[in-house]
């Protein structure tokens, strides 16, 4: 039964076939099977679950206030505040650290009745692009496990993959949803900035991150967002916009959705196989009555270098609290406070996010500012441009996730620019803050590859429905990985 | 345009991030190289282009100045390094 889909595993709950106690103790069947294969997780809550599941039961026998998410086992990415539970952002800094409230978005699954199994594992501060950057130990691809999940969702896209979770929750700046969800052939969306709130996920970089579900199929991702969507007065970026039930948008129709696909990234960079299960892809959605549309989005290719010097800016702002005053680590060489500063950060961080701290501060210094934050952030207003002229034309956008499927566990580690290149496609929408969700397409070398569908703001509704359509006349979402 | 050791120095000392010396050699070699690639940058005409900070247009909130329930003192002092008396405790900053 752990590899249902959640909105099967509701009516087997709500029709008492299964009780959520069965079912959260056969997903832990399932993580103590697989998880050394795998290391999905950092932190398993399994007492409290059992507690949740137990409740869960209570309310669907009591009729008492049943959601589409009571009794259904999920993980949390691990720099989502959970009371009384281990945040550590897979950093050594707060590896001990036990935050004392639940994000908004924690808050609303308890409150939905939903089973959380535990916390999973991310690039440090979710800064990177392979799980490799925890500090605490990589994930391993379920379709290969010398592969990376990719990241810094690695791992609750893997735990979704691997049966490990039914549901999970991801963060994604430059591409942490969809581009994990693409190398795990899982479901994954980013919303609109302002979307969900962000009250209580550790920030990396604000302007930038924003939350989202990552699910086996695409009615899953509906049913998540419901949950996750709507203004928070906690977060002053949320927006107060009505939420749609999103399960309404799964219908199987795209006659005449008019969908670009991005001609800049059809071009050099992009491995030949992942063009033509992309293109096949395109196809497909063409034979379901989509008009498809060629688009060109010139300043597509300035991006990355627009990203990386935003991104890290306001990730050296942000990180500036972990000082080993208030909470996380703290150097035992502490004679004076200077010296505690730079102890506690040079023992706390590892190797990437000093990078990107090094690079931020670089950005924002005293005689770079002009030449690198602020022509970044122009650059930033030519791609938003770029997409506000695509969608006169258009009402999706549509790509492939990643240049490449998963690559090797090593393979890039030691080359931060040709990780940081592996985001090309999912960055300009972040910079844009637009909705854009990853969804299996295909497989090259039996590992999964992902389609990229981009929606204007506030336009998951179209996404859904288009990504739904696909996915009903298509079987690539119903391929497991070979665990076993 | 590369970037020295010696600025690796100064912006590592804004950051207040203590690096040893093979981390800064290797940091001057990683950043030049992110640096020299976001030239590319260089080539677009931005001169009247203006700035985004935020990609959905934002507003100032604003809200009644009155108390709401927060959080407990020992709550929030259990995850601090060091404590005393309902306070952080640091090492001594004035002689």
Known sequence: ?484 | MGISKKEVEHVARLARLGLNENEKELMAKQLSTILDYADILKKLDTQNVPPTSHAIPMKNIFREDKTEPCLEVEEILNNAPDQEEHMFRVPKIIE
């Open chain 1, 1 to 484: 039964m752990f590899t249902k889909t959640a909105h099967e595993l509701h009516s087997l709950l709500i029709n008492r076939k299964i009780s959520s106690m069965e079912l959260t103790e056969a997903v832990f069947a399932r993580i103590e099977k697989v998880e050394d294969k795998v290391r999905a997780f950092v932190t398993l809550t399994k007492e409290e679950a059992i507690k949740q599941a137990r409740a869960a039961d209570e309310r669907i026998k009591n009729k008492d206030g049943v959601t589409p998410l009571t009794g259904i086992p999920l993980a949390i990415k691990d720099n989502f505040c959970t009371r009384g539970i281990l945040t550590t952002c897979s950093s050594k800094i707060l590896a001990n650290h036990l935050p004392a409230y639940d994000a908004t978005v924690v808050h609303k699954i308890k409150a939905a009745g939903g089973v959380i199994l535990g916390k999973t594992n991310m690039d440090e501060f979710a800064m990177g692009s392979s799980t490799e950057n925890s500090g605490l130990h990589p994930t391993h691809n379920p379709w290969d496990l010398k592969s990376v999940p990719g990241g810094s969702s690695g791992g609750s896209a893997a735990a979704v993959a691997a049966d490990e979770a039914v549901l999970a929750t991801g963060s994604d700046t430059g591409g942490s949803i969809r581009q994990p969800a693409a190398f795990c052939g899982v479901v994954g969306m980013k919303p609109t900035y302002g979307r969900v709130s962000r009250y209580g996920l550790v920030a990396f970089a604000s302007s930038l991150d924003q939350i989202g579900p990552i699910t086996k199929d695409v009615s899953d991702n509906a049913l998540l967002l419901n949950f996750l969507a709507g203004h928070d007065d906690k977060d002053s970026t949320s927006v107060d916009l009505p939420v749609p039930d999103y399960q309404k948008s799964l219908v199987d129709n795209i006659k005449n959705v008019r969908i670009g696909f991005i001609q800049e990234l059809l071009g050099k960079g992009i491995d030949a196989e992942i063009k033509e299960i992309f293109k096949s892809a395109m196809k497909k959605l063409e034979e379901l009555g989509a008009k498809i549309i060629e688009i060109s989005m010139p300043n597509y290719e300035y991006a990355v270098a627009a990203y990386y010097l935003i991104a890290p800016a306001e990730a050296s702002s942000n990180l500036a609290r972990f000082d080993g005053v208030k909470y996380g680590h703290r150097t035992r060489e502490a004679k004076d406070l200077l010296t505690m500063y730079n102890n506690t950060r040079a023992e706390g961080f590892g190797n990437e996010v000093k990078r990107r701290i090094m690079l931020g501060t670089y950005a924002l210094s005293a005689g770079y500012y002009d030449a690198y934050y602020l022509k970044a952030l122009k650059v930033r207003t030519l791609i938003k441009q770029d997409f506000e002229k695509a969608f006169g034309q258009c009402d999706l956008l549509i790509s492939p996730v990643t240049p490449s499927v998963a690559f090797k566990l090593g393979e890039k580690a030691a080359d931060p620019l040709a990780m940081y290149l592996s985001d090309i496609a999912t960055i300009p929408v972040n910079l844009a803050g637009l909705p854009a969700i990853s969804i299996p397409c295909g497989f090259s070398k039996n590992l999964p590859v992902g389609l990229q569908i981009i929606g204007k703001a506030f336009a998951e509704e179209t996404i859904l429905r288009a990504a739904y359509t696909f996915e009903q006349n298509t079987d690539w979402h119903k391929r497991k990985p070979p665990l076993e």
